[in-house]
Each structure stands twice: as structure tokens, then as C-alpha cells.
């Protein structure tokens, strides 16, 4: 069983920052990739960030340049630093860890999620 922490969340103002993390109750060397996933109201849930263990990150289109995802591995840790926030960006984030498991199952494991408000 694995289990998802997620902090940091609350409300800021646009142009401010907020530094997400993620604590998993195991070694996240043991995930064949970690990210950061949102679902805004009404809006399906989307990749925000990704990083397999092999250190190679993946943005979306909306947040590159403004956020940046890493890992801790000494603290079993996965971080989202969000800087020059948007009204858009607000939403809950998601922390998820994924196996890869034979014939490319991918088994996910999620966070309960932290909400993020940006007022304008």
C-alpha cells in the first residue's frame, strides 16, 4: 500500500508562488515516475508535471517556464514550485506515483489532493 501526502496548498495572489509537496509512505526510487496532476472545476483532471526516475521532466504547455517539478529522494519527497501564479492555475493538484509493471501496465497511485487558489 502506498500513500500519498500532499502540502502546501492555499490562496495567493496572481504573480505570487507556492512550493507543493508530496510525501510518499515508501522510496520513490521505487516508482518508475512521479508528477503533479490538476483538476479545475468542471475540467478534467490534467498532467501539470512529470519526472520518470530517470531524471527526464515533462511540462504542460501552460506552465512551462513558470513551474518546476523535483524529487528528494533522501525524504521520499516530490516538490512543485509554482511561480508567477494565474487566476488558471487554480485548481486541486494531485500528487501521483506510477510502476510500470509487465506488458506496460501502469499501476497509479494518487494523493487526496491540495487546493490551490489564485484571486486576480
Known amino acids: 500500500q502506498v500513500e500519498l501526502v500532499e502540502s502546501g496548498g492555499g490562496l495567493v495572489q496572481a504573480g505570487g508562488s507556492l512550493r507543493l509537496s508530496c510525501a510518499a509512505s515508501?522510496?520513490?526510487?521505487?516508482?518508475?515516475?512521479m508528477g503533479w496532476y490538476r483538476q479545475a472545476p468542471g475540467k478534467q483532471r490534467e498532467l501539470v508535471a512529470g519526472m520518470t526516475n530517470g531524471g527526464t521532466t515533462n511540462y504542460a504547455d501552460s506552465v512551462k517556464g513558470r513551474f518546476t517539478i523535483s524529487t528528494d529522494s533522501a525524504n521520499n519527497t516530490v516538490v512543485l514550485q509554482m511561480n508567477s501564479l494565474k487566476p488558471e492555475d487554480t485548481a486541486v493538484y494531485y500528487c501521483?506515483?506510477?510502476?510500470?509493471?509487465?506488458?506496460?501496465?501502469?499501476?497509479?497511485?494518487w494523493g487526496k489532493g491540495t487546493l490551490v487558489t489564485v484571486s486576480s
Open positions: 515508501r522510496s520513490i526510487v521505487s516508482f518508475n515516475a
Open positions: 501521483n506515483a506510477a510502476v510500470i509493471l509487465v506488458m506496460s501496465r501502469r499501476v497509479n497511485y
